[in-house]
């Protein structure tokens, strides 16, 4: 695999930028500088071409570039960018649709980052609750912000230990975040009798696709709905990943558990930016773009014409077309596919995934919380992955992450990526 002009391209990007790539996790080799993305696949600056599951972390539901989304942001930008004064048709129009098929939004405000969501959803539990606490679980990531930026993909011999994120976080922004165990109520239970009264919310991600596909037990989230109720506590599904990828109303819809807010942002708009707050009424009015209400949300570019028009069509297509019965489809092959490889090569390892959703840790059972995630072998993932690459597939840096099939994957393409899959393992096993 020829990536000579990727390798210059990624030596001048390091001039100019710490590290040459713009957000953390995507500093990871090889490191290919990519200038095209049509469909399922992503082309890099040499030309060559991959079929693409990492699709961006998340937002790529229907595929790059998708015709339909693009004509939609063309048109609208063609009569406006962005007013930012009183609203626009196109934020009426997609939030009356987030209101339709989100089960726990009353109302919805719209914002340009997961991160600026789940701060607002966080401040505005502290605000109407008047407690300090959240509680956050280990492993589940929420965007870079203090409140949740603590206990994300910790050290083994951090876990249950205080662990920052980042430098410069301000101690009680650590320190009012508790941390507990995905899947563990009684964890839950316990520390919310310890911070009894304190605890304003408990944010969680349904499915916690920042460490791969962890399925929540029979009754934990549930349990997490008494648990909230009994003690005032506000509950904070954070849908950034699973909301509009799981099902049209995210993965509320399927577990059938309504949260009092919901964060969303990646697959409602199919790579464009914006994201959103949802909630009970009585909440949401407590934000001050409604007068009287105390709680400040605001921002330059929200509802901006760009991300609010591609959201407008990305659900559009959802509404119209089987984008969920096709993603679901495919993402069963695929782990079915997997499964059988596996099985024939003698591997013990666990497939996992939801719908779209796929991927494989390399362990030999099925891991119901962080901490057990320490018997993966990230370092066999690590060259499998490189060895994909050089194949053309493109998967997540690091298969605790997850990887997502989109609206453009097509039958061929699962074919031949197990294909790809078998050789490059067979090759590594020496089969
Ligand atoms: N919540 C979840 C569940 C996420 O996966 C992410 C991003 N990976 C965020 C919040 C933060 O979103 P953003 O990167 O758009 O700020």
């Known amino acids: 695999m020829n990536t000579t002009r990727s390798q210059e391209l990624y030596a001048k990007a390091n001039l100019y930028t710490p ?54 942001v063309i048109e609208a930008i063609s009569r406006t960018d962005m007013f930012g004064v009183g609203s626009t048709d196109l934020e009426i129009i997609l939030s009356e649709k987030i209101v339709k098929h989100v089960p726990s939004a009353d109302q919805v405000l719209l914002c340009n980052s997961g991160s600026e969501a789940t701060y607002h959803a966080i ?49 009680d922004a650590i320190d009012n975040t508790l941390v507990c165990t995905y899947n563990d109520l009684e964890d839950v239970e316990r520390t919310l009798k310890a911070n009894e009264g304190e605890v304003a919310a408990i944010i969680i991600e349904p499915i916690p696709h920042n460490i791969g596909c962890i399925m929540p037990q029979p009754g934990f989230l549930e349990g997490l709905r008494s648990l909230c109720d009994a003690n005032g506590t506000i509950l904070i599904f954070d849908e950034v990943i ?65 991300g609010t028009a591609a959201s407008i069509a990305t659900i559009e297509l959802m509404e119209n077309e089987p984008v969920h019965e096709h993603i679901f489809r495919l993402g069963e092959k ?20 939801f719908g779209s959703v796929f991927t494989t840790y390399f362990m030999n ?35 605790i992450k997850r990887n997502h099939v989109s609206y453009s994957h097509t039958d061929e393409d699962i074919d031949h990526t197990l294909d790809v899959i078998e050789t490059v393992l067979k090759e590594m096993l020496n089969k």
């Open 365 to 399: 059972f099925e891991p119901k919380h962080y901490a057990e995630l320490q018997h993966n072998d990230a370092d066999f993932y690590v060259k499998y992955r490189h060895k994909l690459i050089e194949r053309g597939i493109y998967k997540m840096p690091m298969n």
């Open 19 to 72: 590290g040459g790539v713009h957000s953390a996790t995507r500093n990871v080799e090889p490191h290919l500088v990519f200038t095209r993305g049509e469909g399922a696949y992503i082309y890099d600056a040499d030309g060559n071409k991959y079929l693409d599951y990492q699709a961006a972390f998340g937002p790529y539901i229907l595929g790059h570039n998708h015709p339909y989304v693009n004509n939609k």
């Open 334 to 353: 695929m782990r079915s596919g997997l499964r059988e490889i596996h099985n024939r090569l003698d591997m013990d390892v666990f497939v996992a995934g």
């Open 123 to 171: 401040r505005l539990s502290r605000a109407v609750t008047k407690r300090n606490k959240i509680i956050k679980f280990q492993g589940c990531y929420h965007g870079w912000h203090d409140y949740v930026a603590r206990n994300m993909l910790s050290a083994w011999d951090m876990i249950g230990k205080r662990d920052p994120g980042s430098a410069g976080m301000l101690d």
């Open 242 to 306: 699973t909301g509009f990828r799981h099902s049209i109303g995210g993965y509320q819809q399927v577990a059938g558990v309504t949260p009092d807010l919901t964060t969303m942002g990646k697959a409602m708009a199919n790579g464009y930016p914006i994201a959103a707050i949802a909630g009970k009424k009585e909440l949401m009015e407590r934000f001050n773009t409604k007068p009287g209400g105390d709680c400040w949300f605001a921002g330059t570019y929200n509802g901006h014409a760009v």
